[in-house]
């Protein structure tokens, strides 16, 4: 049965990913995760969260003093 969105929760919930999560950028892994987080909250798709340590060294940059906020998940 496929999942729908408008059954996830409100407040989110946060439970670890059952799947490997790979991001491939340029043709370059810089993703090969086996412990991702997957984020489900009412009305949006699944958010999955990657442990600093699973990305490669390099592959992040700080986006120049810019924050976004969610009244649920704080600062980012």
């Given at each position: ?5 408008w ?11 059952e799947?490997r ?55 980012a």
């Amino acid at each position: 049965m496929a999942e729908s969105v408008w059954d996830y929760p409100r407040p989110p919930r946060v439970e670890p990913a059952e799947r490997r999560i790979r991001v491939v950028l340029g043709g370059e892994t810089i993703v090969d995760a086996r412990a991702a987080y997957r984020v489900l909250e009412t009305s949006h798709p699944p958010v999955y969260y990657i442990p600093r340590d699973e990305i490669a060294e390099g592959a992040l940059v700080p986006a120049g003093g810019r924050t976004t906020f969610c009244e649920w998940k704080g600062t980012a």
